[in-house]
Structures are given as structure tokens and as C-alpha cells.
């Protein structure tokens, strides 16, 4: 069956505007996940969602992120007036609830932030 | 403060021979150990995992092994083939009630098989 999709693949964008990354999970899984892999560093938990609602959102870096999935399925992650230390692969992860420590992952959106 | 630790960022291993992957961590609160395999431009893929309470788990080519008195794991895999080539990712889950689906992951080891 389809895996988890993340759409742009590659984004570029000027320091000072929003962006926004999204995420497809795979069909069933009610648990999505946003980390990032900022360079030369393991991957960081941004945030997590049940269903629609995301019980934790401390991973989030500042205020200027925001999440949000709708019909328990897609999801997107949004970044207000980027800056250069946003550059980062931001991949998503989905699992089923009851395997939520088998996390299965998209291929990542690259942001460039110049 | 890094939780978990994977101190050799490469490592290369001939074909055929053992490959081992080493990973340390300070958080006694873990309780769940995975490790994940990633190819350039993909996402990372799930290999095998292991409970607090086992101290071994084998999938195939692939073993794990848990020492929790020196919270040290690490990753078999033998015998090693070019496909293996991957940076693999050692992650962990903290029990800690309502925070349970968090995993912390390490930097990342580079395994290279030459032929």
C-alpha cells in the first residue's frame, strides 16, 4: 500500500515568509508525527497528533510554528516568517495507536531558507 | 543535553563480515529501544526494536542487543551486504505516562560494506 508522502520535496524560500509543509499518512494510522533533521543532527520532535488533536506541542522551536491535521489524516506544518536556522529536512511519521513506537516515514521536505 | 548517543559517526565493514552499531544513553526512563536504517532522500525505515525487558531481539540478519546496568545497546548485522550501506538511527521511548509516543533519536552512524 502507499507509505507516507510529504509534499513540497524541496522548498526554498526568503528569509521573512511562510511556508508550509504537508503531510499524507498512511490510511488508518491515527498517529502523525513532525520532526525535523536540522544538519549533522539526529531528528527532533516537533509534534504529535491523535487523531486531530495534539496533546503535545513542546517540540514545537518558537511560536512562529504551528501544526494542524484535519479528518484525522492529512496534516500541515506551517512556518511564519522563517529564518535561516528553519533550514532543515522536516519529516513526518505516521503509526497505528496501538504500535505508536513503530513510526513509519515519509521522505522529508527539504526547507532552504536563504 | 543529548539523551542518546551514537559516538561513531561512520563506520565501514567488508562484505560478508559482522557489522556493529553502538549506542548509549542516559535516560534510565527509557523503555523501548528501535532502530531505524535511512537511504539518502528517503525518510527513515523501521528495522527492529527491542523492550526494556528483553535483552536480546533478532529479525533475520539483524540482532539487537540491550545492556540496561550500562545503558548501552547495539545493532548486529551479519553477515553484512552492500544493501546495508545506510546511516542507521538509534532511537528510544521514554515510559513516561501521557508523553509515551515521543522518541528520542540519536545522530546517526554511517555503515558502509564495501565489496
Known amino acids: 500500500g502507499a507509505g507516507v508522502s510529504q509534499s513540497p520535496s524541496n522548498k526554498v524560500t526568503e528569509k521573512g515568509k511562510d511556508v508550509e509543509l504537508r503531510c499524507d499518512p498512511i490510511s488508518g494510522h491515527t498517529a502523525l508525527y513532525w520532526y525535523r533533521q536540522s544538519l549533522g543532527q539526529g531528528l527532533e520532535f516537533l509534534i504529535y497528533?491523535?487523531?486531530?488533536?495534539?496533546?503535545?506541542k513542546s517540540g514545537l522551536p518558537s511560536d512562529r510554528f504551528s501544526a494542524e491535521r484535519t479528518g484525522g489524516s492529512v496534516s500541515t506544518l506551517t512556518i511564519q516568517r522563517t529564518q535561516q536556522e528553519d533550514s532543515a529536512v522536516y519529516l513526518c511519521?505516521?503509526?497505528?495507536?496501538?504500535?505508536?513506537?513503530?513510526?513509519?516515514f515519509g521522505p522529508g521536505t527539504r526547507l532552504t531558507v536563504t | 543535553d543529548q539523551q542518546v548517543k551514537q559516538n561513531s559517526p561512520s563506520l565501514s565493514v567488508q562484505e560478508g563480515r559482522i557489522s556493529i552499531l553502538n549506542c548509549d544513553y542516559t535516560?534510565?526512563?527509557?523503555?523501548?529501544f528501535l532502530w531505524y536504517k535511512k537511504y539518502p532522500a528517503e525518510g527513515p525505515t523501521f528495522l527492529i526494536s527491542i523492550s526494556s525487558i528483553k535483552d536480546k531481539n533478532e529479525d533475520g540478519r539483524f540482532t539487537v542487543f540491550l545492556n540496561k546496568s550500562a545503558k548501552h545497546l547495539s545493532l548486529h548485522i551479519v553477515p553484512s551486504q552492500p544493501g546495508d550501506s545506510a546511516v542507521y538511527f538509534c532511537a528510544a521511548r521514554e515510559d513516561s505516562g501521557g508523553s509515551n509516543y515521543k522518541l528520542t533519536f540519536g545522530k546517526g552512524t554511517l555503515l558502509t560494506v564495501n565489496p
Open positions: 497528533f491523535q487523531g486531530n488533536s495534539a496533546p503535545d
Open positions: 511519521a505516521s503509526s497505528f495507536d496501538r504500535k505508536f513506537y513503530e513510526q513509519y
Open positions: 535516560n534510565s526512563m527509557f523503555d523501548y
